[in-house]
């Protein structure tokens, strides 16, 4: 069992990163997007597992090592009750928060031999947010509900 986690941006905007987009034609069909810069944003966390979601945790802010790391600290007592005494892994992608030494010093002490990411006791393939279905369901279902009507604040 794996309990997968992740962040990812929502703008005011409604734009969505289209890193991941992807659009498949014989013809060129000269597709651009609009976007505007500097838009009024936050950043949110959240974990799924097979028992179900934990957060959204938001940061108004840079999620930066010190932010993630007590995060973690609130939200890693919920992971274990959500749990209970049934074996897991705790999952996070390579992201630089997500690797400073005093999160994988927590993780470590937290979750023995038991977390997935980068230097952790099972590594994090880079450049693998194929492997997540955080970005491949979580956060696409999650923004449809958000975005269907377009919001006018944070």
């Known amino acids: 069992k794996i309990v997968w986690s992740d962040e990812d941006n929502f703008k005011l905007s409604g734009a969505v990163n289209r ?6 034609c014989f013809d ?4 651009t997007f609009e976007e505007q810069l500097n838009q009024p944003g936050v950043t949110v966390w959240a974990s799924i597992s097979c028992k179900g979601v934990i957060g959204p945790v938001i940061f108004h802010n840079t ?3 010190h932010a993630y790391r007590n995060m973690l600290t609130d939200v890693i007592p919920q992971i274990k009750i959500q749990q209970g005494n049934e074996e897991f892994y705790f999952q996070q992608d390579g992201a630089p928060a997500h690797y400073a030494t005093i999160v994988r010093d ?7 031999n038991s977390w997935i ?3 952790g006791s099972v590594e994090w393939p880079a450049r693998s947010p ?3 279905p955080m970005d491949y369901f979580f956060w696409g279902v999650v923004k449809d509900k958000v975005f269907s009507k377009k919001p006018r604040d944070l």
């Open 19 to 24: 890193h991941n987009c992807v659009y498949y």
């Open 28 to 31: 060129n069909p000269h597709l």
């Open 63 to 65: 999620v930066d090592q």
């Open 106 to 112: 927590l993780l470590n002490r937290e979750f023995p």
């Open 117 to 119: 990411g980068r230097r």
């Open 130 to 132: 194929d492997l997540t």
